[in-house]
């Protein structure tokens, strides 16, 4: 490992072991095993930018403030990193820390298909189940017009996709509300329902392509000859 390296990666154990500083650890792993350059740890290890969401939804008839951010980590592979592209999620536990994480996972996805995006992750610190369809609805309209007023939506800026806790009629209600203020809004959107300019089976496409890297996996590893597979159910999204 370099020097400067070596010295962000001893900083990094001294903090409390967060999600965050975990990736972080593992990415000065990486750095070291790859003699990657200072720059490009510099790069991978920071966000291109950390944007607070403030919103004012009507919940139980009264004004509300709700927090979001939406995070955009810039590609390195690539001279121009755009657009950035990752889901919006609405769960209780959403952080802005879990988010870097995220966005940078998409910005790796990316890399590693070779397709010349950033990446980008977002959410509301909510739980979708506790609100009616109508204010979760108006949750969702001040979410988009809070980003276009901050600039973060757009084709060649920022698509944005379902994550966990968002389905394919809340990315209706985004494009639906984006469509008020900018032309070509669905453009900007990913995992729309088929009848709105989505693609079909694009709900079953997570699922589907884990099925196959299991599938992969066993064959390569030929975990059916002599020793017993076992399996492990993480999560309640799509998949």
Same mark, same amino acid.
């Given at each position: 490992?370099?020097?400067?390296?070596?010295?962000?990666?001893?900083?990094?154990?001294?903090?409390? +072991?967060?999600?965050?500083?975990?990736?972080?650890?593992?990415?000065?792993?990486?750095?070291?095993? @790859?003699?990657?350059?200072?720059?490009?740890?510099?790069?991978? @290890?920071?966000?291109?930018?950390?944007?607070?969401?403030?919103?004012?939804?009507?919940?139980?008839?009264?004004?509300?403030?709700?927090?979001?951010?939406?995070?955009?980590?810039? +590609?390195?592979?690539?001279?121009?990193?755009f657009p950035y592209g990752g889901g919006m999620r609405y769960h209780p536990n959403v952080t802005p820390e879990i988010l870097e994480v995220l966005a940078m996972d998409m910005t790796d996805k990316s890399a590693f298909y070779d397709i010349p995006f950033g990446g980008a992750k977002g959410g509301i610190a909510i739980d979708p189940h506790d609100y009616t369809k109508l204010e979760l609805k108006d949750i969702t309209e001040q979410l988009v017009y809070e980003m276009i007023d901050l600039g973060l939506i757009g084709s060649s800026r920022d698509k944005i996709g379902p994550d966990m806790g968002v389905d394919e009629e809340i990315i209706a209600w985004m494009v639906n509300s984006a469509g008020n203020l900018m032309d070509e809004a669905f453009k900007s959107f990913t995992g729309k329902p088929w009848d709105k300019q989505g693609l079909p089976g694009r709900t079953e496409a997570t699922a589907r392509g884990g099925l196959i890297i299991i599938q992969e996996y066993i064959r390569l590893a030929k975990l059916f000859s002599d020793r017993k597979a076992t399996l492990a159910i993480q999560g309640f999204g799509n998949v």
């Open positions: 490992m370099n020097e400067a390296t070596a010295i962000k990666s001893e900083n990094i154990d001294k903090k409390e +072991n967060t999600m965050l500083q975990e990736h972080l650890r593992r990415l000065a792993r990486w750095c070291e095993i @790859s003699h990657m350059p200072n720059w490009l740890y510099d790069e991978l @290890s920071t966000s291109k930018g950390v944007y607070p969401l403030l919103i004012r939804p009507t919940i139980k008839g009264k004004k509300t403030i709700k927090r979001g951010w939406r995070v955009h980590h810039k +590609n390195p592979h690539f001279k121009h990193s």
